[in-house]
């Protein structure tokens, strides 16, 4: 390899956003994300349409972030992507791109897990963690609460028994009919907004597992909880209001209480804050607030490098590269994938 800092073109194509980014060892050259419009017809992500607006987008957003960086092609050293967990069809596209790329130019490629993508993103940032760290892992797809001992390292230590946070919020802004779009990246950003004019204390909405030893989470009892409030009643804005920042509050309470018992349970001092759902307003502040008043480090990235982003797998590339690993060209994209491996 050339230098200590590899020209990384990063591929993110798991979800719903086809994502690229251009990265100079740590340093962030261009970060293209480009959200899908599917779900506006059909109320949420259909995974077929999914992987065909990648196909069609991948080119474009792979120009549009070697152009953000002033690239050319030719110069990319090493080829970091996605390949599980995610939505398999979608999955496929990137990984086919990148095993293109890497075969055609004779350069390495480095398989990327999503979650460990969303584990290494405040690396992105000028105020980095140090190890070890307890990171909560908030998306769509995940609740996940991981000891992170070192890059390479990661200790599952709870997860949820049902949805995930995100699914939750984006069931929530769906039933509130908040997500006109029916775009999941648009769900949880709607629910926030309204929250912020409502009261926090104004519905009583349950806390499920807050009081259980385990780590373990729960959200389809809030869920439906939610959804039995909101049955054969005409809610008017301000009712809305306080619907969401009720919804909010809770989610949050169990969230940052299960946080706080792992870093207790375990006698670290340090969290990381990741996935989609980290980039909630509520979430932030109370985090901040009780990180402040336990003296703990607490490091949740900019909004941008919370939800999906190729940034962030071209870091976990740039890590993995370090270490001298790379990925064959057999490699398969995998649907389901625990991050819970020990070195
Ligand atoms: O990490 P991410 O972009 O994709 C997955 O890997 O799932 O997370 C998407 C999730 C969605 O459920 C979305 O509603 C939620 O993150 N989300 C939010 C906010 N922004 C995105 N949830 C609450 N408040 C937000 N501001
Ligand atoms: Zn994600």
Redesign the pocket.
Known sequence: MKSDSPRILAIET??DDTSVACLEGMTVASSVVSSQLDGAKFGGIVPELASRAHQANIVHVVRRSLAEASWEISQVDVVGVTYAPGLLGSLFVGLNFAKGLAYGRGIPMIGVH?LEG?VLAPFLTDNPPTFPYIALVV????TQLLMVRAIGSYELLGTTVDDAA??C??KVARFLKLDPQGR??M???M??ERASSGRADAVDLPRPMLSSPELNFSFSGLKTAVLNFIKGRSLNDLEVNDLCASFQEAVTDVLLHKTMKACQAFGVDRIVVT???A???RLRTAFADAASRHGLALHIPPVAY???NAAMIGITAFFHWQRGEQSGLDLVPRATMVLDHKT
């Open positions: 798991s979800c999503h969303h998306s769509g797809g995940h995100g699914e919020y984006d999941s990246s769900a949880g950003p629910v926030d996935g989609g759902v980039a909630n307003s919370c939800t999906d």
